[in-house]
């Protein structure tokens, strides 16, 4: 019997059970005249399954090392931004701020500016040059 064939034989049994309810004594006289060994066949339906879950988990765990190894890249190609007093920190958040687009929304999420932190306004300047296309760029400059 070819696959195809086989295949469209089962379907049809499967269709055709669902309209009969087939009792327990029914099944285990379908299981002798078949010959099939049930706990072989269960040993051997469970095998397969944990071989292809085996297999999804390997490619889930290739899919994110090769995420991780990206970013990774990503985030080690990022422009370090250099040392600077809070007071030019301000000045480059601010002369950032003046260069971006009047059409594009800047929101910086800080009450009191002038309150910010020196790490939280690297992180400001660092998103600033993002938001221009300047991350991959070396801008020791003032602006």
């Given at each position: 019997?070819s696959n195809?064939?086989?295949?469209?034989?089962v379907?049809?049994?499967?269709?055709a059970?669902?309209?009969?309810?087939?009792d327990?004594?029914?099944g285990?006289a379908?299981i002798?005249?078949l010959?099939?060994?049930?706990?072989?066949?269960?040993?051997s339906?469970?095998?397969?399954?944990?071989?292809?879950?085996?297999?999804q988990?390997k490619?889930?765990f290739s899919?994110?090392?090769k995420?991780?190894?990206?970013?990774?890249?990503?985030l080690s190609?990022?422009?370090?931004?250099?040392?600077?007093?809070?007071?030019?920190?301000?000045?480059?958040?601010?002369?950032?701020?003046?260069?971006?687009?009047?059409e594009?929304?800047?929101?910086?999420?800080?009450?009191?500016?002038?309150?910010?932190?020196?790490?939280e306004?690297?992180?400001?300047?660092?998103?600033?040059?993002?938001?221009?296309?300047?991350?991959?760029?070396?801008h020791?400059?003032?602006g």
């Amino acid at each position: 019997m070819s696959n195809s064939k086989t295949i469209t034989e089962v379907e049809l049994l499967v269709e055709a059970l669902d309209d009969v309810p087939v009792d327990d004594a029914d099944g285990q006289a379908a299981i002798k005249r078949l010959g099939i060994d049930v706990k072989s066949w269960t040993a051997s339906v469970r095998a397969k399954v944990t071989e292809a879950e085996v297999k999804q988990r390997k490619v889930r765990f290739s899919q994110a090392t090769k995420e991780y190894t990206a970013e990774v890249e990503r985030l080690s190609a990022r422009v370090a931004e250099p040392v600077r007093s809070v007071d030019e920190q301000r000045r480059r958040v601010k002369a950032l701020l003046a260069r971006a687009p009047r059409e594009t929304a800047v929101s910086m999420h800080f009450h009191k500016f002038d309150q910010a932190t020196a790490e939280e306004l690297t992180e400001m300047i660092r998103s600033l040059r993002h938001l221009l296309g300047e991350d991959t760029d070396d801008h020791d400059d003032e602006g």
